[in-house]
């Protein structure tokens, strides 16, 4: 799907160059000059983060929803445990694997939730804030939920 978007970001960059080049009338150097600019923004907007294919992404400080087709990137949330240091996770994918990886200060810990349906007590870790990092190793039809108890 990159080489796609990389072919054609290229030709609407040659696209913009021709028109602004030309030496035909000012709308068409603007024109050449505003295709440019909307290849460079779009570039810069969604290059870096990876996509995610028929899917969606919810995260707040108390609950993570993923769920996609297949994605290539990692998803990153922070949360903060209770008193009773609990998170409930319903996770489930049909082929690959789904780790999550809970870390805080210098403790750390992952776990495999490739087919998951229960509570994970966090005794190791303190009451407070603990970052989740949930990434798929070729991961299809990923659907998972985890909310902090």
Request: proline share 0%; aromatic share 10%.
């Amino acid at each position: 799907m990159k080489i796609i978007f990389i072919i054609l970001l290229l030709f609407v960059i040659v696209m913009g160059r021709i028109f602004s080049n030309s030496g035909l009338d000012n709308k068409y150097i603007r024109f050449g000059r505003g295709v440019v600019v909307i290849a460079l923004v779009l570039c810069i907007c969604f290059w870096g983060e990876g996509m995610v294919y028929n899917g969606s992404v919810h995260i707040s400080e108390q609950k993570m929803k993923v769920k996609f087709l297949k994605a290539d990137r990692e998803f990153n949330d922070r949360m903060k445990l209770k008193q009773d240091r609990k998170l409930d996770i319903k996770a489930k994918c049909s082929q690959g694997r789904i780790l999550l990886t809970i870390y805080q200060k210098q403790k750390e810990v992952t776990y495999d939730i490739s087919d998951w349906n229960k509570v994970l007590e966090l005794e190791e870790f303190e009451e407070g804030y603990v970052n989740l990092h949930l990434k798929n190793e070729q991961a299809r039809n990923v659907d998972v939920e985890i909310t902090c108890e």
